[in-house]
């Protein structure tokens, strides 16, 4: 088996979605998406990683201790948990990120598995030399993810309709996708996605 495509499940938690501390507004409505992404891959034999927001109480990250967020995704609450509608398999790769309370980590390359491993060294052993994105938020840990994986030399295919933003000012998100897409990441619909996976 050649090098081949993974798929990257950015942060769908509950804090991230309606009703979280830190809602995406309309976050929960990619989840069908995703869940039918997830499926595709899986039939596929392809990999398919989780990355989770995974916090301590006291970070730099959150404005009480001089960050931009509110408190979310503190490791072992609720809202840290994964959303109950995403359908993950059994025994899914899941990397935290976020743990250093003197940095915001947005990106899934600053991730680590149960294990200590990066989500650079876990994509080189399994092979991987194109990332599918898709998750939340559009402009924080998509768009880093996925400017971090493009300059480390990996094809980027983001899932245009299973991605929100928190657009902390307006127009955030369509500032990330246009940057995203002129450092070469690629953007498709989550329908019909089967056509851009090459055989793993
Ligand atoms: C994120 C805001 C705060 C993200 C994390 O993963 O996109 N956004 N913390
Ligand atoms: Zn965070």
């Known amino acids: 088996m050649g090098p081949k495509p993974?798929?990257?499940v950015v942060d769908?938690?509950?804090?991230?979605c309606p009703g979280g501390?830190?809602?995406v507004p309309d976050g929960d409505a990619i989840i069908p998406r995703v869940n039918r992404t997830i499926a595709l891959f899986e039939r596929r034999g392809l990999p398919v990683l989780f990355t989770r927001d995974w916090h301590p109480r006291v970070t730099k990250h959150f404005k009480e201790f001089g960050g931009a967020w509110p408190a979310h995704c503190v490791q072992g609450a609720k809202g840290a948990r994964f959303h109950g509608?995403?359908?993950?398999?059994k025994g899914a790769l899941i990397l935290s990120k976020g743990m250093d309370p003197d940095q915001d980590s947005y990106s899934a390359f600053q991730a680590f598995?149960?294990?200590g491993r990066d989500l650079e060294s876990t994509l080189h052993e399994l092979d991987v030399d194109e990332l599918f994105v898709c998750g939340l938020a559009t402009d924080y840990c998509v768009r880093a993810t996925t400017l971090d994986g493009l300059r480390r030399g990996l094809a980027v295919r983001v899932?245009?309709?299973a991605i929100r933003g928190v657009d902390l000012k307006p127009g955030d998100s369509e500032i990330a996708i246009k940057e995203m897409r002129v450092n070469g990441a690629h953007f498709s619909e989550s329908r019909g996605l089967g056509r851009f996976l090459r055989k793993g």
């Open 6 to 8: 993974a798929l990257l």
């Open 159 to 161: 899932i245009r309709d």
């Open 21 to 23: 501390a830190l809602g």
């Open 113 to 115: 598995t149960d294990r």
């Open 85 to 89: 509608g995403l359908e993950m398999p």
């Open 12 to 16: 769908i938690q509950n804090d991230f």
